[in-house]
């Protein structure tokens, strides 16, 4: 099983859609995680960080089920600028670095 | 906010050559990282350093070394550039985790870098 898989997608969905990605982990003693966007071409930023009670953003909901090992982040009301690929990230069992998902791409159109 | 610098948006060199890819960071972080990303691959672990002349192996290390002489820097050096090297580098840093926590990390611009 690989350490953190994500659908890579792609995700075509219109305005005003409502989408949900999963990512599953392979180390059930990871501790920290977190959903980073990438527009084309720049650099991951922290979109949020999931917390075990589930935690919303706005438009955006983090979950976190330790049980089966997966997080998910749903997108409300889908907007032309959630364009980009998110990515899953989940803090290795040492805490010393983040292992990133390959992301999974999401396509807004009007 | 955090600010991570590298020092070159687009980079071109020729196999053979002696690459020095530079990152800082104005928060006073301990931990730095370097990555590169790839199309399919995702983003891989080059090194990281948790502290000045401290390093570390990631993932993929092999023809890559670096130095973090100063705390704000963390540089990443290829010693005989090849094809294969062509990529996305992207450094980032981290502040110490808490308990049983890692904190996100912040990532530069990144640099991307044809090697002919």
């Known amino acids: 099983r690989k350490e953190v898989e994500q659908d890579p997608g792609p995700f075509n969905v219109p305005e005003g859609a409502t989408v949900a990605f999963n990512c599953t982990y392979s180390n059930s003693a990871s501790q920290s995680f977190f959903w980073y966007r990438q527009d084309c071409r720049k650099e991951p930023k922290l979109l949020m960080s999931?917390?075990?009670s589930g935690n919303e953003d706005g438009r955006f909901t983090a979950q976190l089920n330790r049980a089966s090992q997966y997080i998910s982040l749903l997108i409300r009301d889908s907007k032309l600028s959630d364009s980009a690929t998110y990515l899953c990230v989940v803090g290795n069992q040492a805490g010393t670095a983040l292992i990133f998902g390959k992301g999974t791409t999401l396509s807004v159109s009007s | 906010d955090v600010k991570v610098t590298q020092s070159s948006r687009y980079l071109v060199k020729r196999t053979g050559e002696k690459v020095f890819l530079e990152c800082v960071q104005d928060m006073d972080h301990e931990n730095m990282f370097w990555y590169r990303q790839d199309p399919g691959l995702g983003l891989r672990l080059i090194y990281f350093s948790y502290d000045v002349k401290m390093k570390e192996k990631g993932d993929i290390p092999e023809g890559y070394s670096v130095s973090r002489e100063k705390k704000e820097r963390f540089s990443l050096i290829l010693e005989s550039a090849s094809t294969n090297q062509t990529s996305m580098y992207l450094c980032?840093?981290?502040?110490?985790?808490?308990?049983?926590?890692?904190?996100?990390?912040?990532f530069g611009d990144g640099t991307r870098l044809s090697i002919l």
């Open positions: 980032a840093s981290r502040p110490p985790n808490r308990v049983l926590s890692n904190q996100p990390q912040h």
């Open positions: 999931v917390y075990s």
